[in-house]
């Protein structure tokens, strides 16, 4: 076989290409959903639903027949969350469109993230959410680093270091653990130091978990999210955290999104 052809066929591979038939559909990993909720999955914000742990968590992906993994799941309320926040939504595209490594490649322009806008309910008006975004040499290390132009390749696992200077919060310190499985990238994002509102701990370190998980399905590409915080009582009777989490959440959704779409 030449070596142009072996190339070609290597890079499908390493980019996360499978053929059509090889793709679940919606209705395969969500049997049971609700008309409603699959209409929202597939606008473009998708669907986005916060819970408090005082009144019940009930999930879409933990419900019976669904086919999300339960350890996508589990790693959230292993932390024991006051509050969760969940999304379902499609990135509608031809067979041919969708790669991996379009996702891999947004999920590495960390400095993407700076300036984001979200709509600010006590300014009244849309606000830069992040202020700043930028990478770290590691956890112990706060030089910040330039992102790295776009691979071709992903690879089976990564570990990142984040600081955001978020405008609630100021800086803020997160890991991003990816893993790459056949049709699908998984992201978790951490807190590997405390939230501070007003220089009091609000979120302990380890104590806010983000899962985001894209799988490659027949419609396109799958991005399925559920974020949990453990929140101080302080925080709670001051910040609505329902509402701060799924702000952030759809803020770092609508990052990757448009990343993707800028990838192609």
Known sequence: MP?????FFLF?????????????????????????????????????KSFEKSKGFVLTGSQRNAGINSRIINAVLGGNPGYLVESIL????????????????????IRALKGRLYLSHTRNQETPLFEDATRLVSDRNNTAVNDPPPAISI??????????????????YYRADMSLAQNSLLYRLSNYRNLTYFL??????????????????????????????????FAASRVDMGSAISKRLAVIISWVVEGIGSTR
Do not use: C, M
């Open 90 to 109: 499609v990135i509608s595209s031809e067979p041919d469109e969708k790669r991996l490594i379009d996702v891999y490649n947004a999920l590495g322009n």
């Open 200 to 233: 009091f701990p609000v979120i302990r370190e380890e104590k806010f978990v983000a899962q985001l998980y894209f799988e490659l399905i027949q419609e396109g590409i799958l991005v399925y999210s559920l974020a949990g915080a453990d929140v101080s009582d």
């Open 12 to 48: 499908f591979l390493l980019s996360g290409w499978n053929s059509f038939g090889e793709f679940r559909s919606f209705n395969d990993i969500f049997p049971d959903l609700s008309p409603e909720i699959q209409v929202s999955a597939f606008t473009n914000s998708g669907y986005i």
């Open 3 to 7: 070596k142009k052809l072996i190339g």
């Open 155 to 172: 690879p089976s696992s990564e570990t990142i270091f984040i600081r955001l200077k978020d405008v609630n919060f100021g800086n803020s």
